[in-house]
């Protein structure tokens, strides 16, 4: 009986794998497989929550002042402002039901308490670059000593690190914003600070709040470190200190933070080479990402900020491409969770990809429904002028790829650039892209090739899609060539083109799909223009029909 079973859904699997239809509709196409859900309903977060737009995560904002309104004094009930904004006692903010995020503003002199520059004898500061507050030197081991006090009233005496509706925390609280942007340093070293001052405080305040966090104990039960957010950057733009600064976000993700950027807005700038979450830019332009990064797959928070669209002094020229490519930025960076405004992020303007970006924040390869490529060629004009880094072609960057690679190979799979130019959207140093990758007829290039990550891979029992976004010129069909189980290269059924020059996304099943690097050049598949002309395409995204470990039988459909 049981061999007549498995027999039955041999047969059964057999049969749907050999279905393999093709569909293709206008535009692109977000949707996922009805079994993949978000991690947790905390991917997006704001400044207030927003249930009816999964904004779930409010922050709570304190001042040191309010919080230590006195030497050796703290409070709950007092009240405070910054940066133009109110802020409720902590009593009335933690009384809010529901998931929040801390952020606390430290540096202002008048974020400080009135009390520590006398203490300290602080007689200077410095005004950040908007003119939102003048900073005290954090890095002072008075001012510091009592800024450590204040995190141990925070996070252990009032038990704000082991709320479990606190997710995260931004430190060490300091400069515009509390984003902890190294103006003020560096402003502070035409006063003399040296770099190995700064670095020495810098180094050690990292261990100081790590410890604090875990409860300055050896017991593990109650160590929070996880929680805490390291705010600044790498490659801070220093001019000051001749990149000495470069990797201080990589040597707080080192000390056991998590990261977070605030300008994913403008995804072709300053956010390709980043040690601190495991990128780099290779010698061939494309982002090589270290899996064996621990901060990609731990508790940490990994954060990026996407609502500076037609706000912040920037505006879209064309809203829905700026949306789309600073969410494919942040995702291609590994972030797990998403600081949105609903009205200024476009939320229901755009709820198809929204949706898409929530399921996949925080997403791992064993655990995504999809792997994706973006095929583009950008300009990072920040390495114009810093020379500390370098790849053939620089300054322009292969692709934004998430476990799906698109490389140029030989000697029939070298692409040109597409055809859909931007030029300094959203804001100038966002510089000059080209959208796509073209195949080459008249020189015999006509195919294009895709490795796949092999821990995505290896689901050999999977159910497979792959959905191309393709530009609809010329007339012959193109088609998909990948490896089936039995090491045969086959080919998916053909997509015609009606040349019309719209954008277009073709879904084509690959039955029996068995990707092992066994195509030419190692790939795992490649798209064939058809030999006779040429095809761009725009984006790749390969997906898990079936939720990985589930029966073969039951496979799951798609939500349209």
């Not at 995190?151 to 038990?159: D, E, H, T």
């Not at 470069?246 to 990261?259: F, P, S």
């Not at 490519?325 to 942040?330: D, I, R, V």
């Amino acid at each position: 009986m049981r061999l007549k079973s498995c027999l039955l859904a041999f047969l059964l699997l057999n049969t749907s794998l050999t279905a393999a239809a093709v569909t293709v509709a206008d535009g692109d196409d977000w949707s996922l497989p009805s079994w993949s859900t978000p991690l947790d309903d905390a991917r997006f977060y704001s400044e207030e929550a927003s249930p009816a737009d999964h904004v779930n995560v409010r922050v709570i904002d304190l001042t040191w002042r309010q919080i230590n309104p006195q030497p050796g004094k703290f409070s709950t009930t007092a009240t405070g402002a910054a940066a133009g904004m109110h802020f409720p006692s902590l009593q009335d903010q933690r009384a809010i039901p529901g998931k929040y995020w801390l952020r606390i503003w430290v540096t202002g002199e008048d974020w400080a308490p009135a009390w520590v520059k006398s203490d300290c004898n602080i007689s200077k500061t410095w005004p950040d670059h908007d003119g939102q507050a003048r900073h005290l030197p954090i890095w002072n081991s008075c001012v510091w000593e009592h800024v450590k006090n204040m995190y141990r009233q925070v996070f252990l005496n009032w038990g704000m690190a082991a709320d479990p509706d606190m997710l995260f925390v931004h430190v060490p609280g300091g400069f515009y914003y509390t984003e902890f942007d190294l103006d003020i340093p560096f402003k502070a070293a035409g006063d003399g600070l040296a770099f190995t001052e700064f670095n020495t405080w810098f180094q050690a305040a990292l261990k100081d709040l790590v410890a604090i966090a875990n409860g300055e104990n050896s017991d593990p039960g109650d160590d929070y470190a996880w929680k805490l957010v390291y705010t600044g950057e790498d490659y801070p733009f220093d001019d000051t200190w001749n990149g000495a600064t470069n990797l201080l976000a990589r040597d707080a993700v080192q000390a056991g933070l998590g990261i977070r950027n605030g300008i994913t807005e403008l995804f072709n700038f300053h956010l390709n080479h980043t040690p601190a979450y495991g990128a780099a830019i290779a010698s061939d332009g494309h982002i090589e990402i270290d899996e064996s990064w621990p901060l990609l797959t731990d508790r940490r928070t990994i954060g990026a900020e996407n609502e500076c669209y037609n706000a912040c002094g920037y505006h879209a020229k064309d809203l829905y491409y700026a949306i789309k490519m600073s969410n494919l930025k942040a995702l291609q960076m590994r972030t797990k969770r998403l600081y949105v405004v609903p009205t200024d992020s476009y939320l229901s303007t755009y709820p198809d990809h929204w949706n898409w970006v929530r399921h996949s924040l925080g997403k791992q390869r064993d655990n995504s429904a999809d792997a994706w490529v973006a095929l583009r060629t950008a300009q990072d004009k920040y390495w114009i002028d810093d020379n500390s880094h370098s790849w053939n072609g620089a300054p322009w960057v292969r692709n934004l790829e998430r476990w799906l690679v698109q490389k140029d190979v030989g000697p029939d799979g070298a692409s040109r650039r597409g055809s859909d130019h931007h030029v300094n959207e959203i804001d100038r140093d966002n510089g000059e892209s080209w959208e796509g990758r073209q195949t080459d007829h008249a020189n015999g290039q006509d195919y294009l090739y895709f490795f796949i990550d092999d821990v995505f891979a290896t689901d050999y029992q999977q159910a497979w899609q792959l959905k191309v976004t393709f530009v609809d010129r010329g007339n012959s069909s193109w088609w998909v060539q990948y490896p089936n189980s039995r090491n045969q290269s086959v080919s998916s059924e053909s997509v015609s083109r009606e040349d019309i020059g719209k954008v277009k996304t073709a879904t084509i099943d690959l039955p029996d799909a068995y990707f092992n690097n066994q195509l030419a050049h190692a790939a795992d598949l490649r798209i064939f223009n058809g030999g006779k002309e040429d095809l761009e395409v725009r984006f790749v995204r390969l997906i898990k029909k079936r939720k990985p470990g589930a029966s073969l039988i039951f496979a799951d459909g798609f939500e349209e």
